[in-house]
């Protein structure tokens, strides 16, 4: 019954989180799709302006949210989206991809604060791990269907698919009252934001983003050219059906002991998981190994990191701009991942790069061992004892039958 419940209000988060992180998903698809024949400088550029324009107007749009009406928002994010898959029906070229490049990253960039301020309001610090869980592993699931309709139908028939239901989203979003919406927020300065709490939770996950997004290519080229693409495609259908998955287990662990003790652990794990795959780099076993705990990690972190702990340290006036800031790695790093993949950091032996790696994410607990915990410590006190009767109940049931007997 409980499950059911957090069903019903991932449900009512779906109407945000689900578009917002599917426009996503279709647009790097798509991107992926008409870059396949251009060059390394070319796909660079492209995903650059990408990736720069989603952090730019994420920070403009927590800006403008907090001075116009949320209603006025949504429909200025879903017009730019409609743009964005609008210009696909130009000719195809190179003026035509910077385009599409530039207003897709306006539009997700302007949504995410709304999106993920939207998700805040309408979920407690007590179950924001679960509810985020559950909303964002059934937004997951929507990602190979995407992937196949962009394949099968083309860009197109894809682009007039997702226009009709982002016009949807909006008539649906649109109708829902939103807590905010008569509300009249104060302006909030950056520099409130930038506390100390803030700070070391935002530097772990500033080094986990970039190390994640550095180790990417050079882990995908090393296993393509030691044990072939079959294998390397197999590790990568691991990681991600163990991130799919590890998602819901991380949403009812973290609000049950909280995130910082689960963020350490998780740090703990991959740093000693890359250090396996460095040292034994030529062994199949050490490779499903890290796949598996670099697969379960990232889910971890996407649901605190993206999701949860944002949340968390901001009051309702805050949460647009804690969101907007905390997100500029998720963003930024990306643009490591394609620096990586044209430049010749590839020759770097794996060995080293994922000593390297192991060593920045042992460092990246420091910063946590400082930080706040953001699950109040009653209600993990509250939790722990319950957990405990139960157990006393059960033992005492098993005492007594065995007693009868």
Do not use: H
């Not at 550029?45 to 952090?55: G, Q």
């Not at 949504?111 to 791990?129: D, I, K, Q």
């Not at 000593?355 to 706040?372: C, E, G, K």
Request: with cysteine; net charge positive.
């Amino acid at each position: 019954m409980a499950f059911l419940g957090y069903f019903k209000l991932a449900s009512k988060n779906l109407v945000a989180i689900l578009p917002l992180f599917l426009w996503r998903q279709m647009t790097l698809v798509t991107m992926d799709n008409m870059l396949s024949d251009a060059g390394d400088i070319e796909r660079f550029t492209i995903f650059t302006i990408y990736y720069l324009s989603v952090a730019i107007f994420t920070i403009i749009s927590s800006i403008i949210s907090e001075k116009s009406s949320k209603n006025l928002c949504i429909r200025i994010w879903i017009i730019l989206t409609v743009i964005a898959s609008l210009v696909l029906f130009i000719p195809e070229r190179m003026s035509c991809y910077i385009i599409y490049s530039l207003l897709s990253g306006l539009s997700f960039g302007f949504g995410l604060p709304l999106c993920l301020t939207y998700f805040a309001n309408n979920t407690t610090t007590e179950n924001r791990g679960r509810i985020g869980a559950i909303t964002f592993f059934l937004t997951s699931l929507t990602f190979v269907p995407a992937a196949v309709i962009i394949r099968i139908f083309g860009l197109y028939v894809s682009s007039v698919l997702l226009i009709i239901f982002m016009i949807f989203i909006f008539i649906l979003f649109s109708k829902i009252t939103m807590k905010e919406l008569n509300k009249t927020k104060a302006a909030v300065n950056f520099s409130s934001i930038i506390n100390k709490p803030f700070l070391f939770y935002f530097i772990s996950s500033s080094m986990f983003w970039f190390i994640d997004q550095l180790g990417g290519p050079i882990l995908q080229q090393f296993l393509n050219k030691t044990f072939g693409r079959e294998f390397r495609d197999l590790l990568l259908s691991i990681e991600t059906v163990m991130t799919a998955f590890s998602t819901l287990i991380a949403g009812f662990l973290i609000d049950f002991y909280g995130r910082k003790k689960v963020l350490i652990y998780g740090f703990v794990t991959l740093g000693i998981a890359y250090a396996i795959a460095g040292v034994a780099a030529f062994s199949p076993l050490s490779w499903y190994i890290f796949s598996i705990v670099n697969g379960t990690a990232l889910g971890f972190f996407i649901i605190v990191f993206v999701l949860t702990i944002w949340g968390d340290l901001s009051s309702w006036r805050e949460q647009g701009k804690y969101y907007a800031i905390g997100s500029l790695p998720f963003s930024l790093s990306s643009i490591v991942r394609e620096a990586v993949t044209t430049t010749n950091l590839l020759v770097i032996p794996i060995n080293a790069t994922f000593s390297f790696a192991s060593f920045f994410l042992f460092l990246a607990v420091i910063p946590l061992m400082y930080a706040p915990e953001t699950l109040p410590e009653k209600i993990i006190r509250q939790r722990e004892l319950k957990r405990y009767i139960e157990k006393a109940k059960k033992i005492r049931e098993k005492y007594e039958k065995q007693k009868e007997n």
